[in-house]
């Protein structure tokens, strides 16, 4: 047992509850203004986690969003090549009978932004949500394969 390092035993740092305050991650600590200016219960949907990748045929945009309906997101282009998403997830109405033991879910709004390369087809947009996940999906340019023509080099052999 001496080998099992102290904060094991503290009751508020047990690495086997996956919700103990052992690891909390402050997202706004290194940023210039207080924590506090943020409440902790909208910590994890400020951030709204995305993937962005590209494919021969187009620019994919994937954004897990658990518990939002579609209504609740806005997917919009803004300075011509900004792709913008957006949404909240309100707080549950209290009940005043209820006795609430744990919250964990997060609400609150969110805002990503991402400026789209130069052939991105901004007017060819499409989204989709299913299961929480929003796809976004900007069709690429065709990329045009210049014309080669050979030219018949003249001269003495």
Same mark, same amino acid.
């Given at each position: 047992m ?5 904060f094991?035993s ?10 103990s ?14 924590s506090s200016l943020v409440?902790r219960?909208?910590y994890?949907f ?13 620019h994919i $945009?994937k954004?897990?969003?658990?518990g939002?309906r %579609?209504e609740?997101v @806005?997917?919009e282009i803004e300075? =011509?090549r900004?792709l913008?998403?957006s949404?909240?997830r ?12 744990r919250?964990?879910r ?5 805002l990503?932004r991402?400026?789209m390369?130069?052939?991105a087809?901004?007017d060819?947009?499409k ?7 929003l796809? $976004?999906?900007v069709?690429k340019e065709e990329?045009k %394969?210049?014309?080669? @023509?050979?030219?018949?080099?003249? =001269?003495l052999?």
């Open positions: 001496a080998m099992i390092p102290s094991f503290n009751p508020r740092s047990n690495i086997f509850d996956p919700f305050s052992f690891d909390l991650w402050d997202p706004f600590k290194d940023f210039p203004f207080p409440p219960e909208n994890a400020v951030n709204a986690r995305i993937d962005w990748k590209e494919t021969p045929e187009a $945009v954004a897990d969003l658990p939002l %579609k609740e @806005r997917v300075d =011509g900004v913008q998403i949404g909240e309100n707080v549950e109405k209290e009940d005043k009978n209820d006795t609430w033991h919250v964990e997060s609400s609150g709004k969110f990503r991402f400026r390369p130069e052939n087809k901004i060819q947009v989204a989709s949500m299913e299961n929480g996940v796809t $976004v999906t069709p990329i %394969k210049p014309d080669v @023509r050979s030219i018949e080099i003249s =001269g052999s």
